[in-house]
């Protein structure tokens, strides 16, 4: 039978040590605001933790805690948890079959690349209105996941280390959340990947990686703040990318109603991208392939070209809005340039191409030029 035990300074409460040495399966720590030293960790099975204090850092556990492998559930609320010691905050073991769920918790990692929640095996995991810093959220190869983060924040900007790692399968669903790092999926990761209503600094895509990504940001300004790779299949709508969006290998992308800085396609890689803009520069190499319907391809002083095709790179255009802004169109090696054009009365486009058969634009005044 499920009991609630009150844990706190007042004379008719339970003290804390007191009540580790007594939990059973179901039990309520119900535990006032304060501060709970863990030393040497805890291991958890059917348990809840409420904090009492008006916000989470009210009430403070200084340690860590482990999920036990036979553990159904394991729910913390209004928590925060604060780690010191290079060991993961919350662990959750390969045995494990259950659920984890974190309300209103702040997850305080160590620093190092050792994950502030670490997850393997069989597992539920739940962050409602949830903040994790100096840390990582990471599945692990053997982890079979469903992660669902809403209204949450992972804070770990790191050169070296991703703020959200989804290896081993599953599915990971981001809602109304802003993660301060990066979301990496990995060459063993066969996952499906949801983002809506967020931004990430970064998201890196390997493996077999569904990703749908729908009013979202990814703020950094780097070349690559947005690398698709492997066979990943992506479904981008409505959503800004401040840097570049950088696509190889034998990705399927789908890219609608998006701004982007500038944008590189390789491989064999094809993309159909729809009302869409791309601001500063675009790039197809090899065997890519790009069907673009209603997208404004524009440049600015710090590319020579706004638009390039290479290898046997393929652009099949409908409606195609190009702005050079005084840059250059080039068309080089057997790649193939084939679009009507929207553009103002009198505007003029330069295209420096290989052989001109193999660039047909409907409803512009092009010249062309060999380099």
């Not at 394991?74 to 309300?103: A, H, K, M, Q, W």
């Not at 990496?184 to 990504?213: C, P, R, V």
């Not at 959503?239 to 109603?257: A, E, H, L, W």
Request: glycine share 6%; aromatic share 8%.
């Amino acid at each position: 039978m499920a009991r609630i035990i009150r844990v706190g300074g007042s004379s008719s409460e339970t003290s804390w040590h007191e009540a580790l040495k007594d939990l059973r399966a179901d039990d309520v720590l119900m535990l006032g605001p304060g501060f709970y030293y863990l030393p040497q960790g805890l291991t958890l099975t059917d348990i809840t933790i409420k904090g009492t204090g008006s916000v989470p850092e009210d009430t403070t556990i200084e340690g860590y805690i482990s999920v036990s492998d036979d553990s159904r559930y394991v729910t913390l609320e209004n928590l925060c948890i604060n780690t010191s010691t290079d060991n993961n905050s919350l662990f959750v073991p390969v045995e494990s079959d259950g659920y984890l769920t974190l309300r209103n918790c702040f997850i305080k990692g160590n620093g190092t690349d050792t994950a502030a929640i670490a997850v393997n095996g069989k597992v539920t995991v739940e962050l409602y209105s949830t903040k994790v810093i100096n840390g990582s959220v990471s599945m692990y190869e053997n982890a079979n996941f469903r992660l669902e983060m809403n209204d949450s924040e992972i804070d770990y900007k790191s050169d070296k280390y991703c703020a959200l790692a989804l290896e081993g399968q599953g599915t990971a669903i981001i809602n109304n959340s802003n993660i301060h790092g990066s979301i990496n999926t990995f060459t063993k990761t066969n996952a499906e990947l949801d983002i809506n209503n967020s931004e990430a600094d970064y998201i890196l895509l390997h493996g077999q990686t569904w990703m749908n990504m729908l009013n979202s940001t990814v703020r950094a300004k780097d070349d690559s703040c947005l690398y698709l790779s492997d066979d990943c299949w992506s479904n981008i709508m409505n959503s800004k990318f401040n840097g570049g969006v950088y696509i190889d290998k034998k990705t399927r992308t789908i890219i609608q109603n998006c701004t982007i800085n500038r944008m590189v396609v390789i491989n064999e890689a094809k993309v159909t991208m729809s009302n869409s803009t791309v601001t500063a520069h675009s790039d197809f190499q090899d065997q890519s392939s790009c069907e673009a319907t209603r997208v404004s391809f524009m440049g600015n002083m710090d590319y020579e070209y706004f638009l390039a095709l290479s290898g046997n790179a393929h652009l099949r255009g409908h409606d195609l809005l190009l702005h050079p802004n005084g840059a250059d169109l080039a068309i080089q090696d057997e790649a193939k340039l084939h679009t009507n054009v929207i553009a103002d009365k009198g505007e003029k486009l330069s295209v420096e191409c290989d052989k001109r058969p193999n660039v047909y634009i409907l409803g512009v005044q092009w010249t062309a030029k060999r380099k």
